[in-house]
Antibody, heavy 120, light 110 residues
């Protein structure tokens, strides 16, 4: 059974870098699938942040591209998100997910999500 | 990329059918048959209900169905049940090889 688990600080100061890791269990990232980060501000909708494949370049949401880095560590079976120069607008539930249909946005397995608050 | 347009709310009585629309452009919804639908209950992770416009997911009730015409995709829920009360989101693959979500629709079962 494939499971995803997000980890990282729940509080980040404005202008600093948000760093999260998604640990995948029950499946080897290097075997395939695209892996994504998605966020949801409190009371608002879902926003796709970006995706990565174990052997390919990441793809990012154009609105976040200048501040986002997604990377993968196959040795640890993890992929990570870094979002720099954060503001209060980046306060959200951050979730990692598996795209079950190539890169087409059919996110069939999700982590439980981790709430990140940007505040001094 | 702009979020896909969904009605903010929808409602229906038990047993009725309801359709939620998701409108985009020729660069996303209209560009490919890669539209997905998600159900999200409060405090829970989204659950994939439909992918590639109309393909169902194993274990998901066949009361949920999807379709598309031009730049608008639709999710239809037949035989509405109390447990269907949730937020629903569409997503679409774009011509920029990214994914965009809709703003979400809150479904109330009266």
């Amino acid at each position: 059974q494939v499971q995803l688990q997000e980890s990282g600080p729940g509080l980040v100061k404005p202008s600093e870098t948000l760093s999260l890791t998604c640990t995948v269990s029950g499946y080897s990232i290097s075997s395939g699938y695209n892996w994504a980060w998605i966020r949801q501000p409190p009371g608002k909708g879902l926003e796709w942040i970006g995706r990565i494949y174990h052997s390919g370049p990441p793809h990012y949401n154009p609105s976040l591209k200048s501040r986002v880095t997604i990377s993968v560590d196959t040795s640890k079976n993890q992929f990570s998100l870094k979002l720099n120069s954060v503001t209060a607008a980046d306060t959200a539930m951050y979730s990692c997910a598996r795209d079950g249909n190539y890169e087409y946005g059919a996110f069939d397995i999700w982590g439980q999500g981790t709430m990140v608050t940007v505040s001094s | 990329q702009s979020a896909l347009t969904q009605p903010a709310s929808a409602s229906g009585s038990p047993g009725q059918s309801i359709t939620i629309s998701c409108t985009g452009t020729s660069s996303d919804v209209g560009g490919y048959n890669h539209v997905s639908w998600y159900q999200q209950h409060p405090g829970r992770a989204p659950k994939l209900m439909i992918y590639d416009v109309s393909n169902g997911i194993s274990g998901v009730s066949n009361r949920f169905s999807g379709s598309k015409s031009g730049n608008t995709a639709s999710l239809t829920i037949s035989g509405l049940q109390a447990e269907d009360e949730a937020d629903y989101y569409c997503s679409a693959y774009t011509t920029s090889s990214t994914v965009v979500f809709g703003g979400g629709t809150r479904l109330t079962v009266l």
